[in-house]
């Protein structure tokens, strides 16, 4: 493609499709060919004037160190924004599938193409990410990818095509022996289910998902079917649907409540253009139909692989992450020295090698834990024997789909972030742990009788 600068007269082009706490997406609606079909992701930069979500500007010179031996991010330039499509490409697409995985390419933008989108979506974003953070103005280029809830043949004429995109969170439970006896609870309770608990007590969500990432990286189709049924219970911020490119059920750049009755009778009726089955029964074949495609497809496998790269936990990985920015360790500080046991000493004492490739697992594995994956499904009209894409057949509306999945949000963390995954980590465990002693005493307590007595 002939290189192209976008300005503010292409601003308008550009519609809001949602957002993380990244990146700002964007859907092109124009007439440019080399554009239709593609989607743009836009970094922002936090309102309190702090560094952004996947940091800014240069990489520090410990990261330059922590990535130095993979030459193809290193050889162009040290610019992040570079570097973080490289880190995709080079890093992140050979361990979880090219064929899964959408490199996009680089768009330069003008400051005045920016601020021209900001004042654009303003209004259509949810006010908390508004006053969090807005587009990062300093950026010289966007990354556009394909807009993998559509099929296309190079025009918006692909057909109908409806997509699932879910966040499917840590698939395992870590075993790490670096793991503090007090924590040990990280060893039988998910993160997800743990930080739930927090988001809870913080007031970001109004109530506890039944989700269970374990269900959906079981392997087992009863199991993968419980897991979407319950995301799509309690959407959040982790399950969302498209029709034909446009939204029908999950929220544009937060999360949503439990799934209501009406949001369930409206997404019924939405279902119909590729649902070929009576009312009140689309839905529960289109959650069949996306847990055949998971069980079909083989992508969870690969992902819990990357995830699985975090072998020591982040408590023994804070460890590495110290020795590598040649600093005093803040967290054997924190502990007295009775505390600071045998390993945590023998962490301090590896080779600087070793302690490089324990952080940079660590930070891989979290941009597996923090992404998303787009599943996209078109109806197969006829024997349709031809078709380049897997299918998957629908027995209950006895229909035969092409389905492709595709990871999305592959976004390389900063390495400062290790202090932030620490601290977070704590207060999720604490919370958790606060809420299992209220629960455990309200039990106690309504086990008494009038008296004082506890009822055996």
Same mark, same amino acid.
């Given at each position: 493609m002939e290189e192209v600068i976008l300005d503010q007269k292409d601003a308008a082009d550009w519609v809001y499709r949602g957002e993380g706490a990244a990146n700002l997406v964007l859907a092109y609606t124009g007439s440019y060919p080399a554009f239709i079909g593609k989607v743009m992701r836009i970094q922002k930069a936090p309102t309190n004037?702090?560094?952004?979500?996947?940091?800014?500007?240069?990489?520090?010179? #410990?990261?330059?160190?922590?990535?130095?031996?993979?030459?193809?991010?290193?050889?162009?330039?040290?610019?992040?924004?570079?570097?973080?499509?490289?880190?995709?490409?080079?890093? $992140?697409? +050979?361990?979880?599938? +090219?064929?899964?995985?959408?490199?996009?390419?680089?768009?330069?933008?003008?400051?005045?193409?920016?601020?021209?989108? %900001?004042?654009?979506?303003?209004?259509?974003? @949810?006010?908390?990410?508004?006053?969090?953070?807005?587009?990062?103005?300093?950026?010289?280029?966007?990354?556009?990818? &394909?807009d993998h809830s559509?099929?296309?043949?190079?025009?918006?004429?692909?057909?109908?095509?409806?997509?699932?995109e879910i966040k499917p969170k840590c698939g395992f439970l870590p075993l790490s022996r670096f793991i503090a006896e007090a924590n040990a609870i990280k060893r039988s309770v998910t993160r997800f289910e743990m930080h739930q608990a927090l988001k809870l007590h913080q007031e970001e969500i109004s109530e506890l998902s039944k989700y269970d990432p374990l269900d959906l990286f079981s392997n087992s189709r009863d199991r993968i079917h419980k897991a979407i049924k319950a995301l799509y219970a309690t959407p959040q911020n982790n399950f969302r649907v498209f029709l034909n490119g446009s939204l029908i059920f999950g929220g544009l750049g937060g999360g949503t409540e439990s799934t209501s009755f009406v949001t369930s009778e409206g997404f019924e009726d939405a279902l119909k253009p590729v649902i070929k089955a009576d009312n009140s029964l689309r839905t529960m074949s289109f959650i069949q139909l996306v847990a055949d495609a998971f069980y079909a497809s083989g992508v969870l496998d690969r992902l819990l692989e990357v995830q699985k790269l975090d072998?020591?936990?982040?408590?023994?990985?804070?460890?590495?992450?110290?020795?590598?920015?040649?600093?005093?360790?803040?967290?054997?500080?924190?502990?007295?020295?009775?505390?600071?046991?045998?390993?945590?000493?023998?962490?301090?004492?590896? @080779?600087?090698?070793?302690?490089?490739?324990?952080?940079?697992?660590?930070l891989i594995a979290a941009t597996a834990k923090d992404c998303s994956l787009m599943v996209s499904?078109?109806?197969?009209?006829?024997?349709?024997?031809?078709?380049?894409?897997?299918?998957?057949?629908?027995?209950?509306?006895?229909?035969?789909?092409?389905?492709?999945? #595709?990871? $999305?949000?592959?976004?390389?963390? @900063?390495?400062?972030?290790?202090?932030?995954? #620490? %601290?977070?980590?704590?207060?999720?465990?604490?919370?958790? &742990?606060?809420?299992?002693?209220?629960?455990?005493?309200?039990?106690?307590?309504?086990?008494?009788?009038?008296?004082?007595?506890?009822?055996?």
């Open positions: 004037g702090k560094q952004g979500v996947n940091g800014n500007g240069e990489f520090t010179a #410990y990261e330059l160190l922590l990535w130095g031996d993979i030459k193809e991010l290193m050889s162009s330039s040290s610019t992040r924004e570079i570097v973080e499509q490289l880190y995709v490409k080079h890093v $992140i697409s +050979p361990l979880l599938g +090219p064929t899964h995985v959408d490199v996009g390419m680089r768009v330069l933008v003008t400051k005045e193409f920016l601020e021209s989108v %900001e004042r654009n979506v303003i209004c259509e974003r @949810p006010a908390w990410r508004v006053d969090a953070a807005q587009i990062d103005m300093h950026r010289d280029f966007v990354l556009l990818i &394909s559509l099929f296309l043949n190079g025009t918006l004429k692909g057909g109908k095509c409806i997509s699932v072998t020591l936990d982040i408590e023994g990985a804070i460890h590495a992450y110290y020795n590598v920015i040649s600093q005093p360790c803040m967290v054997c500080r924190e502990l007295n020295e009775n505390k600071v046991s045998n390993c945590f000493t023998w962490l301090h004492s590896i @080779p600087l090698d070793e302690s490089l490739k324990i952080v940079k697992d660590f499904f078109r109806p197969r009209e006829g024997k349709d024997a031809g078709s380049s894409y897997d299918n998957v057949h629908l027995k209950s509306t006895k229909q035969a789909f092409d389905y492709k999945v #595709y990871f $999305i949000d592959l976004d390389l963390k @900063p390495l400062k972030k290790m202090e932030d995954y #620490y %601290e977070l980590d704590k207060k999720i465990v604490s919370c958790y &742990s606060q809420m299992l002693q209220t629960e455990h005493g309200v039990d106690k307590a309504s086990r008494r009788n009038s008296h004082g007595t506890i009822l055996r």
